[in-house]
């Protein structure tokens, strides 16, 4: 079980969940392969939180024993939300893992110089110095996570982070 993929796999099924309600709406039979949705969703949800949660943020998967803080670890929650979908997890556990992450990944990570790098431990360092994929910062998961801030109220963290991808003098004449 990852972070990533599993909330990735829990809104994935609300998703075809609620395509199915529609579909049933309309009239379409989808009873046989909304059971079989709901069945996954519930075994899904059974373990994810239970399994991964560590008290601050979830964890990178169920087996590696890492502590490193994935950048995007609730990319499914984002989405969750952007489409108006039950939560992946609560709020308040999506707060502190995005905290975390942003404490991490972003202010620890040469002091938010950069934008936030995509997996480091809690006191910021890299778990393996010589890995590039880790330290690695993207513009696209840092705009991912400047909006799941947005979205959890979090405004200030969300600018600041955007901050380093701001041009500082013009682009053109």
Request: hydrophobic share 45%; charged share 15%.
């Amino acid at each position: 079980i990852s972070a990533y993929c599993g909330g990735l796999w829990i809104a994935a099924l609300e998703a075809a969940i609620a395509m199915g309600r529609i579909l049933a709406a309309r009239g379409t039979d989808s009873a046989a392969p909304m059971q079989r949705w709901q069945d996954w969703l519930a075994q899904s949800r059974a373990v994810y939180h239970p399994t991964l949660w560590n008290g601050r943020y979830y964890r990178l998967d169920s087996q590696s024993g890492s502590q490193v803080v994935m950048a995007d670890q609730l990319c499914g929650q984002f989405y969750a939300r952007l489409l108006g979908l039950p939560d992946v997890v609560a709020p308040d556990y999506a707060e502190s893992a995005l905290r975390t992450v942003y404490e991490a990944c972003f202010l620890k990570f040469h002091d938010g110089q950069f934008g936030a790098a995509n997996g480091l431990l809690p006191d910021g360092s890299p778990l393996n110095p010589e890995d590039t994929h880790p330290l690695e910062v993207w513009t696209g998961i840092n705009f991912g996570l400047a909006a799941f801030l947005l979205q959890m109220g979090m405004r200030s963290e969300a600018l600041r982070l955007t901050e380093p991808f701001r041009p500082r003098k013009p682009l053109w004449p």
